[in-house]
């Protein structure tokens, strides 16, 4: 039986694998953030993350960096290591090599072909402990998990950030909003781009704000994130940067299948690549079919608010502002969701950061 010594030594543990995992954002998928920590008398001899997609795994680079100390030690990892071939050997391979002689992982592997590495170690004499921490890893990785189940096979995961006042507007009376957020914020909003497939906005924002949806900063992807724009009928300009940049990264535009045609021959001209569907599900779907697992949404009210009466939305990152906006403030929530308390979804906390003046808190469903 594991004391309670024991079990507190294998979360601090943990917690470190799981901070090296979340070094890989942007860079790793479409596999998992991974992070892994070798540790002999109580001392860590050897860790690593996964840095890129094709790269090796974080397991066998930890056992690398420990060397000579793996033999007998244990071996923290925030999945359950993979038995499969695939663009790298099987981790169990590289455990057992080694010479560990305990594993503890946070969570089980949802893709069917990687799965199955704890019972591979323990058919072999490696003692295996998983569940450690099991909540953050699937938090960290919640596209990815997400990928897996039925709902994924279907659509995107979605997250929704808004910029708000502590009144929850995102604009004044006059509906601007630049800025609302501090420098330190945006920053961490280019940081978080860069771990998803596609950057969305609705048409109402990229005719009134012609954004570039570009990651800048130093967390960069591995690659661009699609530019997608929400436009029913096709009004984004040609003028607007995002058809004059095509060749910078890909921009995608989700329109109705009566949109009028010669705008979309105007907007193909210049690179862009127009995608059609009946409804908002449809196309999620269609997206989906496309390769974009995860998309992260910006922009107005009108747009989250569509998101979210659907009930798509997987991630809410809701940014505050120290400032209140007051009652002519424009796009609150009570303009964008009709509720009653009985109906109403609560979102789960996942964490709150501070970034600069600004608060972030992030939720789930």
Known sequence: MTSPADEAADRRWMDRALSLAARGWGRVAPNPLVGAVVVRAGE?????????????HAEPIALRAAGIHARGATLYVTLEPCSHHGKTPPCTDAIVAAGIRRVVYAASDPNPRAAGGAEVLRRVGVEVVGGVEAKRAHELNAAFFFSFTPAGAQRPWIALKLALSLDARVADAAGRSAWITSDAARAEVHRLRAGFDAVAVGIGTALADDPRLTVRGPTLPRRPPVRLVFDRLLRLPETSYLARTTTESPVWILCDPQAPPDARKRLERHGVRVVTAPDLSAGLRTLRQEGITSIFCEGGSLFAGALLRAE?????????????????GRGGFAEILDVTIGDVARWRHVASSAFGPDTLITLGR
Do not use: K, S, T, W
């Open 44 to 56: 860590a001899v050897g860790e690593g993350f996964h840095p890129e997609y094709g790269q090796p």
């Open 312 to 328: 798509l939305v997987d991630r809410l990152y809701l940014f505050y502002a120290p400032i209140l906006l007051g009652p002519n």
